[in-house]
């Protein structure tokens, strides 16, 4: 037997996974995702919160090498397109899992660690 899920705490905890980031820049962003993962029993929520700490993951991982490549002067264009993309992209996320609940969102050039 398939067991249905609430949508709306499905559509609220998705959005709150990737939501995360709005809230704080530095560590914050990835408890929530970690704690959503590891207290929801919804597939598709822990997907997106999954998908939300490889994000997370990736923006740091980013954000350290564009660091160093500032060094050379490539790495401040490069900074500005990840500022850009870190705040837009969770934005759409957030739009995706609120329009469309029962599919988890898949963040474009990100690396799955996770």
């Known amino acids: 037997m398939e067991q249905v899920y609430d949508t709306d705490k499905r559509k609220i905890l998705s959005a ?9 820049s530095l560590i914050f962003p990835a408890l929530v995702p970690i704690a959503i ?3 929801s029993d919804d597939p598709v929520v822990k ?8 994000f997370d993951i990736n923006i740091w991982l980013y954000g ?12 401040w264009p490069l900074l500005a397109l990840l500022f ?21 969102y898949r963040y474009p050039f990100i690396f799955r660690i996770l």
Do not use: D, Y
């Open 47 to 54: 997907e997106n919160a999954k998908e939300s700490l490889n």
């Open 16 to 24: 709150l996974s990737h939501g995360s980031v709005f809230l704080s």
């Open 84 to 104: 850009v993309f870190h705040w837009v992209m969770p934005a759409l996320a957030v739009m995706h899992c609120l329009r469309t609940p029962g599919q988890a």
């Open 37 to 39: 993962l590891l207290v």
């Open 64 to 75: 350290i090498v564009f660091g160093f490549l500032t060094i050379v002067l490539i790495g």
